[in-house]
């Protein structure tokens, strides 16, 4: 090695954590910068007949070795510090990079440990930053200790707030030499003690009962059924199992039979997804911490998301149809910079306040952490509805005509009774749209099948968009998009009444209203 690689690191930055190393091998993960070298090798062995015994054995040790080597000088390029305001990560020898973040552009910080690195004592450390063009390892530690990862946050996010703190007070002590002359002060001002950490939400086990009724967890045990039921008839187990099953059931099921397969499968599914949230959730705790909210779960792999309050501008409240039967809900919070809307897979999971639980408590959480909201929603008008009617009936009234019109019977039947599904659903989906303000945030609401309710802060709303197609103009109607830089960026609401959509943007800013006067001629 160079005396570049192992020269120390400079004053004030320090090195990952040695442990790293044993995940990395143990991974494979430092492999991937050799692939291009490897895959011809490898090649080249399984066409000489290489994957022998011990043309194989030697694979495995030269891959092992490979990995090791990555690893260690990886270790020992990489090194991170924070000062001067900024947190600097160095890393690379082929590919060198050095990444800066500015502590007052930290949004949050995420602690995760897998259950390889809970067993080592390591975590790794990802910041949330827009300050390198939105790469997704913009600043990213893998690994350090759990004690040093505890701290490299609370550094992280003390600093940030330090920050914005500083920004303000400048800020205002020049906004304050424009109009009053500065006294001189002998007072020291001594600084707060922090806050005691105080606990938001925490995961009831009993709320693993509403599992089954999510999707995502649902999905999990249903794939791995599916591929069990797919390789039974190629493993050798299959065939005793395939004769078990014809003695139990008979080698031509019955309607009985095929019930009890299925019922099954339910209870299996059923099963598997509240394992699946179970192993997601275990242990859930949602935490403020000064200016900082701190949400913790896992079961195997721990995670640890801490997002400035500051950065928070709303939150969403995910009920889909199934969650709404039996009164539960999800919710997220809308982070500048982060994403988090209940639909955005990775980032609506850092985000989540609350990942499954009844809806009065997920509305209790929503109040303590982001806002108070209880304004009711008003309800939009009956051209709305019509709408919505529309919209889920013409769909299959046309080909079941088409059907009619030619003779064929089934598909007439089919379409005309999804057609008459239709109806219920777009009622429903006419009952869900709605719209609040009041003095600190607008709320807007949408979906049958995936509801959702958001609750933005006012401050946060940094512009609208209104739109009006050919009919909703005929209609008397409109979209409205209140823009935000959290979340998925927009929310709508959606077929609101031309007249409410000025009022809505009066109540929200009275400065966007004076174009949009068109709107109720």
């Not at 995940?23 to 993960?29: A, F, G, H, I, Q």
């Not at 982070?335 to 999971?349: C, D, F, I, K, Y």
């Not at 008003?378 to 013409?394: E, M, N």
């Not at 659903?425 to 607008?442: K, S, T």
Request: glycine share 10%.
């Amino acid at each position: 090695m160079s005396e570049r690689v192992l020269a120390p690191p400079p004053p004030g930055h320090r090195r990952l954590d040695p442990r790293t190393l044993v995940t990395r091998v143990v991974t494979l993960s430092s492999l991937r910068q050799y692939w291009g070298a490897l895959l011809p090798l490898l090649a080249v062995l399984g066409i000489n007949g290489g994957f022998r015994s011990g043309g194989l054995v030697a694979v495995l040790a030269a891959v092992i070795v490979v990995a090791l080597a990555g690893a260690l000088v990886e270790w020992l390029r990489t090194w991170y510090g924070v000062h001067d305001g900024r947190l600097v990560v160095e890393r690379g020898v082929l590919r060198r990079s050095l990444t800066v973040v500015p502590v007052d552009r930290i949004r949050g910080v995420d602690v995760h440990a897998s259950a390889l690195q809970r067993l080592l004592g390591i975590v790794s450390v990802r910041v949330d930053a827009a300050a390198t063009g939105g790469r997704k390892d913009e600043a990213v530690l893998n690994a350090v200790s759990s004690a040093e990862g505890a701290r490299l946050r609370d550094v992280l996010l003390r600093e940030a707030a330090l920050a914005d703190h500083e920004h303000d007070h400048e800020h205002d002590h020049e906004h304050e030499h424009e109009h009053v002359p500065v006294q001189p002060s002998v007072v020291a001002v001594q600084p707060r003690p922090p806050a005691p950490p105080v606990v938001l939400a925490r995961f009831d086990p009993r709320w693993l009962l509403y599992a089954p009724l999510v999707g995502g967890y649902l999905i999990a045990p249903l794939a791995a059924i599916g591929a069990l039921a797919n390789y039974a008839g190629e493993l050798r187990v299959g065939l005793p199992l395939r004769r078990w099953t014809e003695e139990a059931l008979g080698s031509q099921p019955g309607v009985r039979e095929i019930v009890v397969v299925a019922a099954a499968v339910v209870v299996v599914a059923v099963a598997g997804a509240m394992v699946t949230a179970a192993v997601a959730n275990w242990g859930f705790t949602l935490t403020r911490r000064g200016g900082t909210l701190v949400a913790e779960r896992g079961l195997l792999s721990r995670r640890q998301v801490s997002l400035e309050h500051d950065r928070i501008r709303g939150y969403a409240l995910g009920q889909p149809a199934t969650l709404r039967a039996v009164g539960a809900a999800r919710l997220s919070a809308l982070v500048t910079g982060l994403g988090g809307g209940e639909n955005e897979n990775e980032s609506g999971r850092r985000g989540q306040l609350l990942p499954l639980g009844p809806v009065r408590v997920a509305r209790a959480v929503a109040a303590a952490a982001v806002i108070r909201f209880d304004r009711p929603l008003r309800p939009h008008p009956p051209a709305a509805r019509r709408r919505r009617l529309v919209r889920a009936t013409v769909p299959w009234l046309v080909p079941a005509a088409v059907f009619g019109g030619f003779g064929i019977w089934p598909g007439f039947a089919v379409c005309l009774a999804l057609a008459g599904l239709g109806i219920p659903l777009g009622l429903d989906r006419y009952a869900g749209l709605g719209n609040a303000v009041d003095e600190r945030a607008v709320s807007v609401r949408s979906g049958s099948l995936r509801r959702r309710q958001v609750v933005l802060l006012r401050r946060g709303v940094v512009g609208a968009t209104v739109r009006q197609t050919w009919f909703q103009r005929r209609a008397g109607l409109a979209t409205v998009t209140l823009a935000t830089g959290a979340g998925s960026g927009g929310y709508e609401a959606i077929d609101i009444g031309a007249a409410d959509a000025v009022r809505l943007l009066r109540d929200v800013d009275p400065t966007r209203v004076s174009a949009l006067s068109t709107l109720t001629r």
